[in-house]
């Protein structure tokens, strides 16, 4: 029953990929958070790259999504 829930979410949705415009975001913001000795998890970090090159609004309850530059958070 599982896997055909996740099969049918899976078909209804996008997956955005890591290409190099990611890995680069990545790399900007690991950079500037490295700068403020505000590190975060490296998971979180690639999830904000992604939403970051894709110009897309991230849903989180984690605060220290805050402090990466331009990225824009909603509470979730």
């Known amino acids: 029953m599982n896997i ?5 979410f899976a078909a209804r949705s996008s997956i ?9 975001q990545y790399g ?3 950079n500037a958070l490295r700068a403020k000795e505000r590190p ?3 998971n ?3 999830i904000a790259a992604v939403a970051l090159r894709y110009g ?3 849903a989180t309850r984690d605060d ?3 402090q990466i530059d331009g990225l824009t958070t909603i509470k979730w």
């Open 4 to 8: 055909a829930r996740i099969d049918d």
């Open 16 to 24: 955005l990929g890591c290409d190099l415009t990611t890995a680069q």
């Open 28 to 30: 900007e913001s690991k």
């Open 40 to 42: 975060i998890p490296e």
């Open 44 to 46: 979180d970090l690639w």
């Open 56 to 58: 897309l609004t991230l």
């Open 64 to 66: 220290h999504f805050g």
